[in-house]
Every structure is written in C-alpha cells, then in structure tokens.
C-alpha cells in the first residue's frame, strides 16, 4: 500500500489522539501510536502503565495486539507520536513486535518540535530474528 502525504497525515492525527488517552502517571511520558494495516484499516494504541513497571505495556504493542486481535496480520505502516521536542523512536520490544507483522515497512516518528524520523523497520531493526529464523528448523 502506498504511503502518500494525506495517508500520513491521517495517521500521524490519530497517534496525536491516540496520546491523549495515555495512562502514563510514573513515566508522565504518553505515547500514541497509529498503524496502517495492509487492509487499510487503522488502528490506534497509547501506553498503559502499571505500579509493577514490567507489566507496562507500549502504545506500539497495544496498537498491534488490538489489530491481531481483530483478525489483522500484515501492517503497511507504523506513526509514533510523543509530545516532545524531538521525536522518539519505537524501543526494542517494539521493534521486535513489529517485525513480525512488517518486516520493513515505514516506521514515522513524530513529535511536538519540527523534526521527524522517517525510516524503515528493517533499518531500525537490523538482522532481526523473526518467523523466518524458524523456519529454518534445528536440524
């Protein structure tokens, strides 16, 4: 699926939203995310905290949770958006959880300032492990 100026737009406005949903009060760091399916439906997800830090859960893995969830597999492309200065990148859990579903499709970082980060996963996530390793078997 093509990524054109509107689609982002559109994505980058509903990870905007998305951040305001945060249940952030440890970190006060909300985060909204917005990925694209492969069918063309959008999904949105902020970061859920919890007292027990591990239990936390990332606004890019509640985003694609939710779409498997709904029977999506195949996401097209991820917008991160963090009410900051400069933009933040997805972290590795993340990326990981990604790289099942995309394996190198467009990550966009965004944030309050004007700089972004407009990459592809498999350059964040370089050599990543994924369904592909296992395939290979052990033996």
Same mark, same amino acid.
Do not use: W
């Given at each position: 699926?093509?990524?054109?100026?509107? #689609?982002?737009?559109?994505?980058?406005? @509903?990870?905007?939203?998305? !951040? $305001?949903?945060?249940?952030?009060?440890?970190?006060? /760091?909300?985060?909204?995310? !917005?990925?694209?399916?492969?069918?063309g439906k959008v999904?949105? *997800?902020?970061?859920?905290?919890? @007292?027990?830090? *591990? #239990? +936390?859960?990332?606004?890019?893995?509640? @985003?694609? /949770?939710?779409?498997? @969830?709904?029977?999506?597999?195949?996401?097209? +492309?991820?917008?991160?958006?963090?009410?900051?200065?400069?933009?933040?990148?997805? +972290? *590795?859990?993340?990326?990981?959880?990604?790289?099942?579903? *995309?394996?190198?499709?467009?990550?966009?970082?965004? +944030?309050?300032?004007?700089?972004?980060?407009?990459?592809?996963?498999?350059?964040?996530?370089? $050599?990543? /492990?994924?369904?592909?390793?296992? !395939?290979?078997?052990? /033996?």
């Amino acid at each position: 699926m093509k990524i054109t100026p509107v #689609l982002k737009r559109r994505l980058e406005k @509903a990870a905007r939203e998305a !951040a $305001k949903k945060s249940y952030s009060p440890y970190s006060m /760091f909300p985060v909204g995310v !917005a990925i694209l399916m492969e069918s063309g439906k959008v999904f949105t *997800g902020t970061n859920v905290e919890n @007292a027990s830090y *591990g #239990l +936390c859960n990332c606004a890019e893995r509640t @985003a694609i /949770f939710s779409a498997v @969830a709904a029977g999506e597999r195949v996401l097209s +492309c991820v917008v991160v958006y963090t009410p900051t200065r400069e933009p933040t990148s997805p +972290c *590795g859990a993340c990326r990981q959880v990604i790289n099942e579903f *995309g394996p190198k499709i467009p990550v966009i970082s965004v +944030c309050d300032g004007e700089e972004r980060i407009e990459t592809t996963l498999d350059v964040l996530l370089p $050599k990543a /492990f994924g369904p592909h390793n296992l !395939a290979q078997g052990l /033996f």
